[in-house]
């Protein structure tokens, strides 16, 4: 669909839509195992796929998945899996490898209510933590999430992005309201649409050190069988790749993990704020509750309520500074979650000045309304 | 002039780094690394047109040494991402290596589904019938009866037979090697590289120090007695002799099948996926 020169108008659901953004994105591989709510997002590519000489292939476990999509991108091929709460756990350690071995990928969880197999059919946001600390060690990752279908396409094509640029795994974090929601959508022109490519090494391959730190923090990727032999380990390794323990080395490696993301915050660290320029009250949501936020900043303001909205689009690395800008601002903010109060946490952490910080969260399959977000509002 | 063995390691290792080895002295991992390095040499292969994947453990150590693309995956996961990386790029052959509790226990599924999918791939299974490298806790091969680190009293599950497992999953090939019968050995890894589907080694090798010191078996040369003698090849009628664990086993090609890989049934499917958009 991409592929026509003018802008394509759709009806599509979140799921669908994430499946346009990654093949507009340049992904070619897929692997995945059904989970719902997520099933559309492999019924889809199983078709998308193959018309574009990319491959999907259904694994036997999400485990399988996702080693499959780090040997895909290893091997040069952008790539991708879909899932839901218990198969995003079950992905954890080899995450952990994308994560030490600095392979680009993107993994979407339309989270589910939990723990186990919870709520199959119902939203929630309970996965929050378990996307930026689920895979075990100190690590940095990037957690994006989604509230619409148009964040669907334009957020798949910024985590592919990401995840290129910074060799980091990203994740996708949705939910089952915006996965099945269905809205139109104009796919913009495929020659409109940025997309950024890892960088490859040009050095003689003789010279190349897999490794190697530079001013990005983040080296060039060789592909399997492009001539830039080298071991890739899930073991902290040294600049050239071989196993280190080395405190020093050890030290360097990890930091420049982290240092390469702290680099890249500006880009990285992504908000969208509706009506907040004379807020009093903010109002910090993401993911479907965005949609219920809006609603209620609205007819807050029809009410005389000088109410804000921002939307985390970035979920992590915590877009602190942002955040910290509205607390300053604002005598009150509100974070409306669909769980105990993940990211009510975060905020609460950045939270420097004394702003008064109110939850408000649902843990009952079941969204949160615009009257109840108003409700909040009014009271503060 | 280089002798063989000098050309290969000059060829073939990464002599510059990491030896020695981290392996015991006496362990058959070396033996299958010669193998596998004699097997390539034979096929007169580039060397940028493999990757040697490998899982955790005693044999996951094993594409360090070797001047490939080496890849040192998560325990038990190996022929997940060789899944992946030879979907990506068809052209490169990839061999994934593995011990037998990586691939049988918690790769055990992985296992049987890359077999039943058959993706032209080679699997090379070391088994040395126990947990080495973790300290001879018992393995889903360590013989009835045995002792293991966890299993003092003597290990009271049933071994799982490698090369039979892959048979019935649908490999396309299958074989069974030791490490003391080393030309038979290059033969069957040279074979396995060479077919297309999914093929497995099992090769059969000594853990004298996890192993045998708890089974009466001590010391590498007692074990490779063991299994110069245990190994039975299989009759030319292709018929087997009964295995008894513990006792003898057999050697030689169990499976060789013509069947489409998955590639190629892939290939049809990206063809009718055209057809029908248009």
């Known amino acids: 669909m991409a592929k026509n020169k003018s802008p394509e108008k759709v009806l599509l659901q979140g799921n669908e839509a994430i499946v346009e953004g990654a093949l507009a994105a340049g992904c070619r591989f897929f692997a995945g195992y059904p989970i719902t709510p997520a099933s559309e997002i492999s019924e889809l590519m199983s078709v998308r796929l193959p018309q574009l000489d990319g491959t999907f292939i259904q694994m036997e476990d999400e485990i399988a998945s996702m080693g499959a999509i780090i040997g895909a991108s290893l091997a040069g091929v952008k790539s991708m899996t879909a899932t839901s709460g218990p198969g995003f756990s079950l992905m954890q350690e080899n995450l952990g490898f994308a994560c030490i071995t600095e392979t680009p990928c993107v993994i979407v969880n339309v989270m589910r209510g939990g723990p186990s197999t919870g709520l199959a059919t119902n939203p929630s946001q309970g996965d929050v933590m378990q996307a930026r600390w689920g895979t075990h060690g100190d690590h940095p990752i990037i957690v994006l999430a989604v509230s619409s279908v148009r964040d669907c396409f334009d957020l798949t094509v910024i985590a592919f992005n990401l995840s290129e640029k910074y060799r980091v795994p990203v994740i996708i974090l949705s939910d089952e309201i915006v996965a099945h929601t269905r809205e139109i959508l104009n796919i913009p022109a495929a020659n409109t649409i940025a997309v950024v490519d890892r960088i490859h090494p040009n050095t003689p391959p003789e010279w190349f050190i897999p490794y190697e730190d530079n001013s990005r923090g983040v080296p060039p990727m060789a592909s399997m069988g492009d001539g830039y032999r080298h071991h890739i380990t899930g073991l902290i390794h040294d600049p050239k790749g071989f196993p280190t323990q080395n405190p020093k080395e050890i030290e360097a490696f990890l930091k420049r993990l982290f240092r390469k993301i702290t680099t890249g915050f500006y880009e990285i660290q992504i908000t969208k704020s509706i009506l907040m320029e004379d807020a009093e009250i903010a109002v910090i949501a993401y993911g479907s509750v965005t949609r219920s936020a809006h609603r209620a900043v609205v007819k807050a303001r029809e009410h005389n309520i000088k109410a804000g909205l921002i939307q985390l689009v970035t979920l992590f690395p915590f877009p602190k500074n942002a955040v910290d800008i509205i607390l300053r601002q604002c005598r009150a903010a509100l974070v409306p979650e669909m769980n105990v109060g993940q990211i009510s946490r975060e905020v609460k952490r950045v939270n420097s000045h004394g702003c008064h910080i109110v939850k408000l969260n649902r843990i009952d399959g079941q969204t949160i309304t615009p009257d109840e977000i108003y409700a909040k509002l009014k009271d503060m | ?278």
């Not at chain 2, 090379?124 to 003092?152: F, V």
């Open chain 2, 1 to 278: 002039m280089l002798n063989n063995s000098e050309k290969f390691s000059h060829d073939y290792l990464r002599h510059d780094k990491k030896f020695p080895h981290v392996w015991c002295p006496g362990c058959g991992n070396g033996i299958v690394l010669g193998s596998l390095i004699r097997a390539i040499d034979s096929l007169e292969m580039a060397k940028d047109d493999i990757v040697l994947a490998s899982g955790i453990g005693c044999s996951g150590r094993l594409p360090v040494y070797v001047d490939f693309n080496t890849l040192h995956t998560t325990h038990g996961r190996a022929l997940t991402f060789a899944t992946g990386i030879k979907l990506a790029n068809p052209s490169l052959n990839v061999i994934a290596v593995m011990g037998d509790g990586d691939a049988t226990a918690i790769g055990g599924n992985h296992f049987i589904h890359a077999a039943r999918r058959n993706l032209d791939l080679t699997a090379i299974i070391i088994n040395n019938q126990i947990y080495g490298m973790t300290g001879g806790q018992y393995s889903p091969t360590t013989p009835y009866g045995s002792k293991a680190s966890t299993a003092l009293y003597g290990n009271i599950e049933h071994a799982f037979s490698i090369a039979e497992l892959a048979v019935t999953a649908g490999a396309s090939f299958v074989a069974r090697g030791t490490v003391f019968h080393v030309k038979l050995l290059d033969k069957l890894i040279a074979q396995a590289i060479r077919k297309k589907g999914f093929s497995v080694i099992e090769v059969m090798s000594n853990c004298h120090v996890q192993y045998g010191r708890r089974n009466n078996m001590g010391d590498p040369v007692t074990m490779m007695k063991w299994l110069r003698d245990s190994a039975k090849n299989i009759k030319p009628d292709g018929s087997m002799d009964s295995e008894s664990e513990g006792g003898s086993f057999t050697i030689g090609v169990l499976a060789d099948l013509e069947k489409p890989d998955y590639i190629e049934e892939y290939a049809r499917i990206r063809q009718k996926a055209k057809e029908l958009k248009q």
